[in-house]
């Protein structure tokens, strides 16, 4: 009876430590990494063109996993990469002499719970990174399919040329969603301390004993 009752105790602490390790750990991240595409426009509607002249990458960190009633964080960044050789047209020319640019970032997700919400706006000033976070949550059990936008909006300077807006990125994304016997992390982590609890219970009597013959 005492093994059975040890075996149980030591089952149960693993059990629980488990549980709620897996309750309260941030999940592990991954980053894709994007090169910006060349950015070409009309200038007042002649032929004349300005580029975006800069180099960029874009870079997308989201977790590789949800956990059902989880949250995690989703970040995206627009970093300035010098080293990247970039071919353009001589004759164009740059597309900051002729126009303010605003980012909008917008992560597209139907069953998942987004903080800020809606579109994040930020002007692109030449040769300077952006970057933006977002707190996800899942709430589901059901893996989380969406969407990531990036927008360019180009506002001319000095001309009467309307404003151009181009969707630069549309990014699909899937996250698996994990649970443990179909419970979210506030009933695994309810759980888990009930089974570390009766793992101390089923192993007190042996170690009691231990510590009775330790201090004869």
């Known amino acids: 009876m005492k093994v059975l009752q040890s075996v149980l105790a030591i089952l149960f602490l693993i059990l629980g430590i488990g549980g709620?390790?897996?309750?309260?750990?941030?999940?592990?991240?991954?980053?894709?990494?994007?090169?910006?595409q060349q950015v070409r426009l009309k200038i007042d509607g002649t032929d004349n063109y300005a580029t975006l002249m800069a180099p960029y990458m874009m870079y997308i960190t989201l977790p590789n996993s949800l956990k059902f009633g989880g949250d995690a964080s989703f970040s995206f960044s627009l970093n300035h990469n010098p080293d990247t050789l970039v071919l353009l047209n001589q004759s164009d020319g740059n597309?900051?002499?002729?126009?303010?640019?605003?980012?909008?970032?917008?992560?597209?997700?139907e069953n998942?719970?987004?903080?800020?919400?809606?579109?994040?706006?930020?002007?692109l000033i030449e040769e300077q990174d952006i970057s933006m976070t977002w707190k996800i949550s899942n709430q589901t059990r059901q893996n989380q399919e969406g969407v990531f936008w990036v927008y360019f909006t180009f506002y001319p300077i000095e001309s009467e040329q309307e404003t151009q807006r181009i969707a630069i990125l549309a990014k699909k994304i899937t996250i698996e969603t994990n649970s443990i016997i179909g419970l979210d992390t506030?009933?695994?982590a309810i759980l888990s301390?009930?089974?570390?609890?009766?793992s101390i219970f089923l192993g007190w009597?042996?170690?009691s004993s231990i510590i009775t013959k330790n201090r004869k």
């Not at 987004?114 to 579109?119: K, N, Q, Y």
């Not at 301390?193 to 009766?198: G, K, Q, R, V």
């Open 112 to 123: 998942m719970y987004i903080e800020p919400a809606g579109t994040m706006s930020t002007p």
């Open 20 to 36: 709620l390790l897996w309750s309260f750990l941030p999940p592990s991240q991954n980053t894709i990494a994007l090169p910006l």
């Open 95 to 109: 597309l900051y002499d002729h126009f303010n640019v605003i980012v909008e970032l917008r992560p597209d997700f």
């Open 205 to 207: 009597p042996g170690l």
């Open 186 to 188: 506030n009933w695994t």
């Open 193 to 198: 301390a009930a089974i570390l609890t009766a």
